[in-house]
């Protein structure tokens, strides 16, 4: 009976132990907004722009990137002598496609829907809750963990956090390219501090399926500069 209650006794704690690091997807985003700056630092960044180079098809592309937080995100890089420009708003996007005629065009609905998060400083997960969108922890991926993000209007995101540094490594979502249905991949790596203290990562990898891929890096960062928010207009 002795040996019985020990045995009790030891699994009992063995249990709490594994409870007591269970993380809850709310803890693990907390940790992870910690990680990149903390909730004040980021809820006062208004803008941000990026100079960027790209690798596109054995290419180096110089490019920019403008964000006006929950308005505006443009990304603009020049390849063989055209510019490829990606616009979102808060009411809808726009780009151009030099393979297209480079004429801007309005984005299908769907298109919209999967890039609008780039209008937000801090991404999807930074207080989602307010944003309408619930989140789902669905455990482990190897050594990261694994949380689904579902939008108001039912856009779904995984994101792949690393419990070492908290840093996002890997976000996955389903969109549209060239009017076809493709998993799109985004991986982060090199992450660095920023002189505001905000931590971004250099270097980010998107695979478009087996359509399309580039690799860019980040070259330079400014936090909070004057933005006209006319650049986000759609030329006539």
């Known amino acids: 009976m002795k040996l019985l209650k020990l045995g009790l006794l030891a699994s009992a704690t063995l249990l709490c132990g594994i409870n007591s690091f269970a993380q809850t997807a709310d803890e693990i985003i907390a940790k992870h907004i910690e990680a990149i700056g903390g909730k004040d630092k980021i809820a006062a960044i208004k803008s941000i722009h990026m100079e960027t180079s790209s690798q596109i098809m054995g290419n180096?592309?110089?490019g920019n990137v403008t964000i006006l937080n929950g308005k505006g995100f443009k990304s603009?890089?020049?390849?063989?002598?055209?510019?490829?420009?990606?616009?979102?708003?808060?009411?809808?996007?726009?780009?151009?496609?030099?393979?297209?005629?480079?004429?801007?065009?309005?984005?299908?609905?769907?298109?919209?829907?999967?890039?609008?998060?780039?209008?937000?400083?801090g991404g999807e997960l930074f207080d989602y809750a307010?944003?309408?969108?619930?989140?789902?922890?669905?455990?482990?991926?190897?050594?990261?963990?694994k949380i689904k993000l579902t939008t108001k209007d039912s856009t779904e995101s995984t994101y792949f956090i690393d419990p070492a540094t908290y840093y996002i490594t890997k976000l996955t979502r389903t969109g549209e390219v060239m009017g076809q249905q493709v998993e799109i991949a985004i991986t982060f790596s090199d992450y660095k501090k920023t002189d505001y203290g905000y931590t971004i990562p250099y270097s980010t990898q998107l695979d478009f399926g087996?359509?399309?891929?580039?690799?860019?890096?980040?070259?330079?960062?400014?936090?909070?500069?004057p933005v006209d928010p006319k650049i986000f207009e759609m030329p006539k």
Do not use: R
Request: with cysteine; hydrophobic share 30%.
């Open 130 to 145: 307010a944003k309408g969108s619930k989140v789902e922890l669905q455990g482990k991926d190897g050594n990261l963990y």
């Open 60 to 62: 180096d592309a110089p």
């Open 76 to 121: 603009e890089t020049e390849f063989n002598g055209s510019k490829m420009i990606q616009c979102y708003t808060d009411k809808g996007g726009w780009a151009t496609n030099p393979m297209g005629g480079n004429t801007p065009e309005a984005m299908p609905d769907q298109q919209y829907k999967a890039g609008k998060a780039q209008l937000q400083v």
């Open 210 to 225: 087996s359509m399309f891929s580039m690799t860019m890096a980040t070259k330079k960062v400014e936090i909070n500069p």
